[in-house]
């Protein structure tokens, strides 16, 4: 499998916006499900958004709804985060992921994602 890439991370002060991206092979991107999630020193993994690239379906976490928005990019088989309004606590590695799901299970189960980025370090200063 062709890994994904992240990029688009970086230090932003408290209600600032970033926008990270994650670019994957058009084998890995049709008709599967990505996501977006994102691990803090010493805290778990935790899911934050995940969309299923056949049709679009989104699924947030209850702390970035409204706040965060994942979108996609077909035609370059990419995955984006736009993420507003952003608070010291979501300052962590965000990492994408690629799993072989159907809509109905493309939620944010870790465990159900098998292609894993590098990450990208999101750092949000109060």
């Known amino acids: 499998q062709v890994q994904p890439v992240e990029s688009g991370g970086g230090s932003v002060q408290a209600g600032g916006s970033l926008r990270l991206s994650c670019a994957a092979s058009?084998?890995?991107?049709?008709?599967?499900?990505t996501g977006w999630f994102r691990q803090a020193p010493g805290k778990e993994r935790e899911g934050v958004a995940s969309?299923?690239?056949?049709?679009?379906?989104?699924y947030y976490a209850d702390s970035v709804k409204g706040r965060f928005t994942i979108s996609q990019d077909n035609a370059k088989n990419t995955l984006y985060l736009q993420m507003n309004s952003l608070k010291p606590e979501d300052t962590a590695m965000y990492y994408c992921?690629?799993?072989?799901?159907?809509?109905?299970?493309?939620?944010?189960?870790?465990?159900?994602?098998?292609?894993w980025g590098q990450g990208t370090q999101v750092t949000v200063s109060s």
């Open positions: 992921a690629v799993g072989l799901l159907s809509p109905k299970y493309c939620t944010l189960v870790a465990g159900d994602f098998d292609n």
């Open positions: 969309i299923y690239t056949g049709g679009g379906s989104t």
């Open positions: 058009a084998y890995t991107y049709a008709r599967v499900c």
